[in-house]
């Protein structure tokens, strides 16, 4: 089975601009869950989306979004971009009721 | 809310000599106890988890983590690491109730194996 798949790897964007970062979950799960990873903060939620909808969700301004198609596959939208947004973006996938989550390779976000 | 706790940062270890990670976490309910691996530039690897049963858990490639929840804590050993192993070490939790799944991470420990 192919894993969590995330593109793009890397991304460089100007501060004030938008971006979709996509991620396409494992075979057959439908639960996909979006974690900011920084030096200062460590990992952090973002937020989970089960079956077109949001399940869960951290503690993050509006400016960041995200939704799930109906094959599970998944984008999160940051708008506005900050300096503070420059981060590696893991996305997750687990089985319907699993707690095993199993993460992609991540995108990372460089805001100059 | 949950929170965890990995009390060291770094840990320098010399190839073939053993290594312990701790991991404590807080928690008012069950949890599911996870360790996930983070080689540079690269995302998380699940190692091993924790989710009923035996309170010893081993991963394929030799690491093996103890629940213990008088003392909540679920540290990560190895006997004899490897040049290999030089990574990044994050301990998780996930309420066993939880709607959703939403894992809290510890700030993550720097493994450095040296020759």
């Known amino acids: 089975k192919a894993g969590v798949t995330q593109t793009p790897r890397y991304l460089i964007k100007t501060r004030g601009q938008q971006v979709t970062l996509s991620c396409s979950p494992i075979?057959?799960?439908?639960?996909v869950s979006w974690y900011q990873q920084t030096p200062g903060q460590g990992l952090q939620f973002l937020f989970e989306?089960?079956?077109?909808?949001?399940?869960n969700k951290g503690n993050f301004p509006g400016r960041f979004s995200g939704r799930q198609f109906s094959n599970s596959r998944s984008e999160m939208n940051v708008s506005t971009l900050e300096l503070g947004d420059s981060a590696l973006y893991l996305c997750?996938?687990?089985?319907?009721?699993?707690?095993?989550?199993?993460f992609g390779p991540g995108t990372r976000l460089t805001v100059l | 809310a949950q929170s965890v706790t990995q009390l060291d940062s770094q840990v320098p270890v010399f190839e073939e000599a053993p290594v312990e990670l701790r991991c404590n976490y807080s928690s008012s309910v069950s949890v599911y106890l996870f360790w996930y691996v983070q080689y540079p530039n690269q995302g998380l690897q699940l190692l091993l988890k924790?989710?009923?049963?035996?309170?010893l858990v081993k991963s394929i490639n030799g690491f093996e983590a103890e629940f213990n929840k008088s003392q909540t804590s679920f540290h990560l050993r190895k006997p004899s690491v490897h040049i290999s192993d030089t990574a990044e070490y994050f301990c998780?939790?996930?309420?066993?109730?939880?709607?959703?799944?939403?894992?809290?991470f510890g700030g993550g420990t720097r493994v450095l194996v040296k020759p």
């Open positions: 997750a996938s687990s089985l319907e009721g699993g707690p095993t989550q199993y």
């Open positions: 998780a939790v996930r309420t066993v109730k939880a709607a959703g799944n939403k894992l809290t």
């Open positions: 989306y089960f079956s077109e909808t949001q399940r």
């Open positions: 924790y989710l009923s049963g035996s309170t």
């Open positions: 075979s057959g799960h439908r639960s």
